[in-house]
């Protein structure tokens, strides 16, 4: 693998974190911004963990298994606010209404 897609691949996480910290109007792009983490940290592992000759296949597994599960909480969280409040605006929700 050549430099600058191992440069890429360490800063997709990076940028992703990056993302969610800026973007935080909606909830809904908060939960892709978390999807933007767990799938680069999909890629990122195992990569490090190759260069290191350690076994990276079932990591990879247990990070997808964590991402569809912090998905399908989002999901379900998303959906209960939406229903609750009318919208997924991150700043309608104050201390007095939750």
């Known amino acids: ?21 800026f973007n935080q109007t909606h909830f809904l792009m908060t939960l892709l911004s978390l999807e933007g983490i767990t799938l680069s940290l999909v890629l990122f592992v195992p990569l490090m963990l190759m260069n290191s000759n350690a076994p990276s296949a079932a990591m990879a597994v247990i990070l997808l298994t964590f991402g569809a599960c912090e998905a399908s909480l989002g999901l379900g969280l998303m959906v ?19």
């Open 1 to 21: 693998m050549n430099n600058t897609a191992l440069t890429v691949m360490c800063l997709l996480p990076i940028l992703a974190m990056s993302n969610m910290l």
């Open 80 to 98: 209960s606010m939406s229903r609750s409040y009318g919208n997924d605006m991150l700043k309608s929700l104050t201390i007095t209404k939750c």
